[in-house]
């Protein structure tokens, strides 16, 4: 089964299964991590003294390095295979995850997340991918909703494993039991899923594109971060001059690592790649801020936390599929944008919380925001891989995964940014609970606005046309 007969080779049942499974706990792996570090972040600030602005950069540095390196791995993936991509990012990851669960200063925990970014976006970048690879047009919906729900059981997981790992036996375990989870990812790729997929295996990689790529990425979100100093302003510009660079490199290049192309001439694949990124970026900090306010202002433990914040991933788990499935047969621009609608319902909802709010009210958001999201993804997953070439296939899940590391980074960034000028550099202590709360407030009208803005970006895409 190799990459020259992949397009007209018939996968049994189960081949797709194994493929499916594969793919599947690759995708559980970055959104477990993502949401059980945050009920680890008070515990971890204690350990580290880190303050607010420090202790935010262990979860963004993982976003950041994954957007880095995602493009240029779903490149090298369509040219040099995507299971082996998938496969290497796995067993990195899992060492990764092990450094960090022993690493003794603030300063090494952060620099190894950035590695453990790394190697977790080889993984990102071809998961996707190998499912729209195997799968065809009429049942690809179905099996990036299980994917997708895959993802989401992943962040229904992580609070309450988190909460009661960092309760009872400290937060190492939160990357420990990565170690173990990726190990069992790790021997089920090499022993259970055959073939190869590297459609693009006559191009060659674009170094200088990869590495203008990341340099203006970087660059942007050091300017987010630093935002109050010149030295933000001075790095913002950087990243407006890298991307102008870049555009007029790939263009130029003949073999790309970003076809500009797919934006330029594919009205679905450039508008579904925006919606997704305005989906992230209004969403991604909603977990990190309740984490904190369910902890610092209503008071509860780690595990507790953890338990009130599974409501809103258990819904998008049990929808993704129903809601991937109704693509397959629905044109995916509407669902996605009702799915929109009550992201940004949610999030509206969410700027009313205070320390006296009950418990019901945030899980009532919680379930709208579920919902939301469930209608979002699979659909405009579906639309992106249905409106492109095979050839691409590595690249556009690359793309749309960049999107949402994109957003989740900026996401985090708007918090930092509203966190630096309201309540400063300092640790959170109950003086400081009422800037909290003030700084809660204006991060979530602020991702409301951008949710909205998320509804036309979705609506505007129009209809595709999907590709075998």
């Known amino acids: 089964m190799n990459s020259s007969n992949v397009e007209h080779f018939e996968y049994s049942p189960k081949e797709k299964i194994i493929a499916l499974l594969v793919s599947s706990l690759g995708s559980f792996l970055n959104p477990f991590m993502g949401s059980s570090i945050n009920i680890a972040l ?22 950041l390095s994954s957007a880095i390196f995602l493009v240029p791995f779903g ?48 993984v990102t970048a071809t998961s996707i991918a190998i499912i729209t690879s195997i799968f065809k047009k009429n049942e690809r919906g179905k099996a990036i909703g299980i994917n997708i729900a895959a993802v989401y059981i992943g962040l229904t997981l992580g609070p309450p494993i988190g909460g009661i790992l960092v309760q009872n036996l400290g937060w190492q375990w939160i990357f420990l039991i ?3 989870i990726s190990g069992c990812a790790f021997i089920f790729t090499i022993i259970s899923l055959k073939g190869e997929w590297a459609e693009a295996k006559n191009e060659k990689l674009d170094i200088i594109g990869s590495i203008l790529y990341g340099g203006f990425l970087l660059s942007l979100m050091i300017g987010m971060s630093q935002l109050r100093s010149f030295l933000g302003f001075v790095f913002l510009m950087l990243s407006i001059i890298g991307i102008i660079i870049f555009i007029y490199w790939e263009q130029k290049v003949k073999n790309p690592v970003l076809n500009i192309s797919l ?35 209503l008071n509860l433990t780690p595990q507790e936390a953890g338990f009130i914040l599974l409501t809103q991933p258990i819904v998008q788990a049990t929808l993704s599929p129903l809601a991937g499935r109704l693509s397959d047969k629905k044109e995916p621009q509407i669902i996605a944008s009702i799915g929109m609608g009550l992201l940004s319902l949610g999030l509206i909802m969410l700027i009313f919380t205070d320390e006296l709010t009950p418990l019901s009210y945030i899980i009532s958001c919680q379930l709208i925001l579920g919902l939301g999201y469930a209608l979002f993804s699979s659909p405009n997953t579906n639309a992106v891989m249905g409106s492109i070439d095979k050839r691409y296939f590595g690249i556009a899940s690359a793309t749309l995964s960049t999107m949402r590391l994109i957003g989740q980074t900026l996401s985090m960034q708007i ?49 595709g046309k999907k590709i075998e």
């Open 415 to 463: 918090v930092l940014l509203i966190f630096t000028l309201i309540i400063g550099p300092t640790e959170i202590t109950p003086i400081y609970y009422g800037l909290f709360n003030l700084s809660m407030k204006i991060a979530l009208l602020t991702f409301a606005i951008f949710s909205v803005f998320g509804i036309f970006a979705s609506l505007a895409r129009g209809k």
């Open 263 to 297: 934006f330029k001439d594919n009205k679905v694949f450039a508008f579904s790649n925006l919606a997704a990124l305005i989906n992230y970026m209004s969403t991604f900090a909603i977990g990190f801020l309740l984490s904190l306010y369910l902890q610092y202002i």
């Open 75 to 122: 490149k090298i993936a369509d040219i040099h295979g995507r299971k082996k991509i998938f496969k290497w990012g796995i067993l990195g990851y899992m060492v990764s995850s092990l450094i960090c669960a022993i690493s003794i200063s603030s300063l090494m925990l952060i620099i190894i997340r950035f590695i453990q970014g790394l190697f977790i976006s080889m």
């Open 178 to 180: 990565n170690v173990l």
């Open 42 to 63: 008070p515990s971890i600030g204690i350990a580290f003294s880190m303050d607010n602005i420090l202790l935010n950069w262990v979860s963004s540095i993982f976003l």
